[in-house]
């Protein structure tokens, strides 16, 4: 099919999501994208042009949320969906990098929550493909609201749930289409079904490890407190997750939120033409992992549990 222009592409994302935002992006109603937190998610939704960052992996998403896309010669894998407002969005990235929508076959989920799985409802219905969640997170997909188990249980909003193809990822299960395999990596903590993915890309004979993290940072409703003894098990997850993410092969690192890593940075290197990639960095994860620990503990200290 025909490329779009990169700045037109832009134009027509942001114009997307400025309709949908206000509700005047399409006639009639389409409940699978009407907005969740629309002046909230705002932030996150500032467009993005889609762009290659190494070999088959491509970013499709927002400067302030990642959504990954992996070309395995067999069809297309999307990681994350963002949110129901943003899917015309999503949907006119892939097609500004030449591919039709029905090549998406696989979308992989990392987390149940609103602002990276509010879309997928949609994604699947356009698509066709299959969401890809781990057992824990397809239980809320399911039923489209959060249990009782999530730390910001009570602040999260409803969203569509997903009623189509549902299929369960096992810890270190690869998943394969084409000449790819994406490997799950359970990361629970800040959800109870977080799955962060693994996979390699080769570009020039080189071949890197990519990863895409789940969100690993303590957040909650108002209240919660991680100390409290029964909430115990969450604190050991998201430390267990945490040295997951240190200890495993990473070259380039992506994060649900790309601020999270600096990614929202490393884009903007590379949209300049910065040499090398700004986004192979083999110390990305170990930083991260880092980061995460240090927030964890200062979360901690604020609940008045003596450092570590």
Not at 153 to 180: E, H, M, S
Not at 244 to 264: E, K, M, Q, Y
């Amino acid at each position: 099919m025909r490329r779009l222009g990169m700045a037109a592409a832009l134009a027509a994302s942001a114009m997307i999501i400025g309709g949908a935002a206000s509700g005047s992006g399409k006639a009639g109603d389409d409940p699978l994208t009407r907005p969740i937190a629309a002046a909230f998610a705002a932030r996150w939704l500032a467009p993005q042009p889609p762009k290659r960052i190494y070999g088959n992996t491509y970013l499709v998403g927002f400067r302030g949320m990642n959504v990954a896309l992996i070309d395995t010669g067999a069809g297309l894998i999307l990681i994350d969906a963002a949110l129901p407002q943003s899917v015309a969005a999503v949907e006119a990235n892939i097609r500004a990098l030449g591919f039709a929508l029905r090549d998406v076959k696989l979308i992989l989920s990392t987390e149940p929550h609103y602002d990276h799985a509010g879309g997928l409802a949609a994604l699947a219905r356009d698509t066709g493909a299959t969401v890809v969640a781990s057992a824990e997170a397809a239980a809320v997909l399911r039923r489209g609201r959060a249990g009782a188990d999530d730390p910001q249980f009570g602040d999260l909003p409803d969203q569509p749930a997903v009623t189509g193809a549902l299929r369960i990822a096992r810890d270190g299960q690869g998943i394969r289409l084409g000449r790819v395999t994406v490997l799950p990596l359970a990361t629970p903590g800040h959800t109870p079904g977080s799955m962060s993915w693994r996979w390699q890309s080769c570009e020039g004979g080189r071949c890197l490890n990519m990863v895409f993290a789940a969100s690993l940072n303590p957040v909650s409703a108002a209240g919660y407190r991680f100390s409290a003894p029964e909430h115990l098990p969450i604190v050991a997850s998201l430390r267990r997750s945490i040295m997951r993410i240190a200890a495993v092969p990473c070259d380039v690192l992506f994060t649900a939120h790309p601020d999270n890593s600096g990614g929202d940075a490393k884009f903007v290197r590379l949209e300049a033409g910065a040499r090398p990639n700004p986004f192979v960095d083999p110390a990305g994860c170990r930083t991260l992992a880092a980061r995460q620990s240090r927030l964890l503990d200062e979360r901690l200290t604020q609940e008045g549990v003596p450092a570590r």
